[in-house]
């Protein structure tokens, strides 16, 4: 890790004014969900035009969700990891004002923080396609979903297919959602980007946003992107934890010194 460039993001955090964060699947490796693409990637195994497309979904409802079935048990298995556990330090020491997540698995929130703007959903909650009533899960039991014998796919108590309310492809961003990311993308005049490919849009039209406007981008990545030659003024390799983990003492040190 380049101590000279983690010194750069700290000085650049530590006197922002609306730091924000972008963050991807690569956030989340580390508390044991795969991220999509590259080696090991979930579209490595499942063909996301088969098992991630709203239209798949429609066609096909109980195949996608016996995968959908196997990604639930890893993502009630995963805690927060250090990655976000720093990201949510930051945010109550004032040197985070929110975060953008395309993240589905609630793990910001569980470790603490507080503004978060779920950009594909949130995979603990189900939604009827036909009524739009929602089910959280961890309420589930005082209200369980019908289960579809036959289908062995989970139905609302108006007859309607449930799915989990995250973003499909052929599917749009929910306008809460988008416009929240779009205020505070417009608002920040840093912009710390961790873990994600930035191959998918809308998502990754926030960075281009950010920079048009002036914002500082730090990129937080294992291996560079699309995103590192293209808007990234300082990109920080290595795994989001041990980043975060740097930068955080490092910012820590830079008050330590002014105070
Ligand atoms: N630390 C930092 N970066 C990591 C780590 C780690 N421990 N592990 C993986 N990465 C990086 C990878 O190098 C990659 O660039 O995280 C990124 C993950 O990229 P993707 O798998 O494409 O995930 P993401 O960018 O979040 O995908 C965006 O695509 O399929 C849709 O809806 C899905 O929200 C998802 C969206």
Redesign the pocket.
């Known amino acids: 890790m380049d101590k000279h460039k983690i010194k750069e993001a700290a000085r650049i955090l530590s006197f922002a004014h609306f730091p924000i964060a972008l963050t991807?699947?690569?956030?989340s490796?580390?508390s044991g969900i795969p991220?999509?693409?590259?080696e090991g990637?979930l579209?490595a195994k499942y063909n996301?035009a088969e098992y991630?497309h709203i239209n798949a979904f429609l066609e096909n409802p109980k195949k996608v969700w016996q995968m959908l079935k196997e990604l639930d048990g890893i993502l009630r298995a995963a805690k927060p990891n250090p990655a976000h556990k720093v990201l949510a330090l930051m945010e109550a020491e004032g040197l985070l004002k929110g975060i953008v997540t395309?993240?589905v698995d609630n793990l910001h929130q569980a470790a603490g923080s507080k503004r978060v703007v779920e950009f594909?959903g949130n995979a603990f909650c189900l939604r009827c396609l036909s009524c739009g009533r929602a089910y959280k899960k961890e309420d589930m039991s005082s209200e369980q979903p019908l289960i579809d014998l036959i289908q062995d796919v989970p139905r609302c108590h108006c007859g309607g297919l449930l799915k989990p309310d995250v973003?499909f492809f052929g599917e749009n961003i929910p306008t809460r959602a988008l416009l929240e990311a779009q205020v505070l993308t417009a608002a920040c005049d840093v912009m710390l980007i961790?873990?994600?490919?930035?191959?998918?849009a809308p998502?990754n039209y926030l960075p281009y946003d950010a920079k048009q406007h002036g914002a500082k981008i730090i990129e937080?990545?294992?291996?560079a992107?699309i995103l590192t030659e293209a808007v990234t003024d300082i990109f920080l390799q290595g795994?989001?934890s041990k980043v975060l983990i740097a930068l955080e003492e490092e910012i820590r040190g830079m008050r330590g010194k002014k105070s």
């Open positions: 991807g699947a690569g956030i490796e580390e991220a999509f693409r590259g990637g579209w996301p991630a395309q993240n594909h973003v961790i873990g994600t490919s930035g191959e998918v998502a937080i990545n294992l291996e992107t795994k989001a």
